[in-house]
């Protein structure tokens, strides 16, 4: 049985200081399914990524990524004739970094109701989606639906990272309907301090919240009771994938039937991996890391 589903698109990343000056740059993959289906595997969890990837090179990086970190790729399909998407990535002294998506048309993007399999949706323990995927167009948003759907109607448990990105979005109503939308048919959210407004609808006592609160944190309220736990103290090197790091060590730790101030300690743990390393995803930790 597979213990997280995931689907979304992987895409090449760029990164580099400011671009017009600088002569170098760092070459990887990178996605927010893509980093939790690796987290999640490397640390002896069955994984699963549905996903479209370009006939290019950097689609068989992303692929050999992923096979080569043992995530189950059955159902990832190339799609001849396109390209896979492209972020570049430019870092700014105390600042965010500054994310240019080079994605129209991209293969990641084609991912249609289609391409879901229910049946092995419907086998796995857990389905984790994210509003990144929901908001790459319409066919995209209703492949994410036909797998939550699979998922209700098999009574697997549906996690769901919100991941606001205003540019994905013709309006922040329609952004609204759909993560609510979205966010009401989980059973496990994931989201931002700042997101709490786009999904109120779902902030029912019943569902288990995980909310990131920056510098000062992470909380959760599970079975009506808030836990919370303090973030990391380490030397930053980049930020981003530390939100998919986060749901990960948290989704990793509630399949090991931990306490949820036990899953927030495992999440708070991994993303403080992930933003000391320079990429989303090579820095996270084995489980043999955890525990030795």
């Not at 323990?125 to 994210?130: C, E, F, P, Q, R």
């Not at 059973?187 to 997101?195: M, N, T, V």
């Amino acid at each position: 049985m597979t213990d997280v589903y995931t689907l979304g698109e992987a895409l090449g990343v760029v990164s580099s200081g400011r671009v017009r000056h600088e002569s170098e740059a760092r070459l990887d993959v990178c996605g927010p399914e893509f980093t939790l289906a690796i987290a999640l595997a490397r640390l002896g969890h069955r994984s699963a990524y549905l996903g479209k990837l370009g006939a290019d090179e950097l689609g068989a990086r992303a692929l050999t990524a992923l096979r080569g970190e043992g995530v189950d790729v059955l159902d990832v399909r190339v799609a001849e004739g396109t390209r896979t998407g492209l972020v570049l990535r430019e870092t700014r002294v105390g600042r965010e970094p500054r994310m240019i998506h080079y994605r129209a048309g991209s293969a990641g993007s084609l991912l249609t109701p289609g391409n879901v399999p229910i049946d092995r949706i419907a086998a796995a323990k857990m389905l984790h989606v994210t509003g990144i995927t929901a908001g790459l167009g319409r066919n995209a948003l209703e492949a994410v639906r036909a797998a939550v759907s699979a998922a209700r109607n098999a009574d697997v448990v549906i996690s769901f990272s919100v991941e606001y990105v205003p540019e994905l979005w013709p309006s922040v109503r329609e952004a609204e309907e759909v993560l609510s939308e979205l966010a009401c048919a989980s059973h496990l959210l994931f989201l931002r301090q700042d997101e709490l407004d786009l999904v109120k609808p779902a902030l029912a006592p019943e569902r288990e919240v995980v909310v990131d609160r920056g510098a000062k944190g992470a909380s959760v309220r599970a079975d009506r009771m808030r836990y919370d736990v303090q973030g990391w103290q380490v030397p930053i090197v980049d930020t981003s994938g530390a939100g998919e790091a986060f749901a990960a060590g948290y989704i990793s730790a509630a399949l090991d039937g931990l306490t949820p101030q036990e899953r927030l300690h495992r999440g708070a743990l991994l993303s403080a991996a992930a933003v000391t390393s320079a990429s989303d995803w090579q820095g996270l930790p084995t489980r043999a890391d955890l525990y030795g």
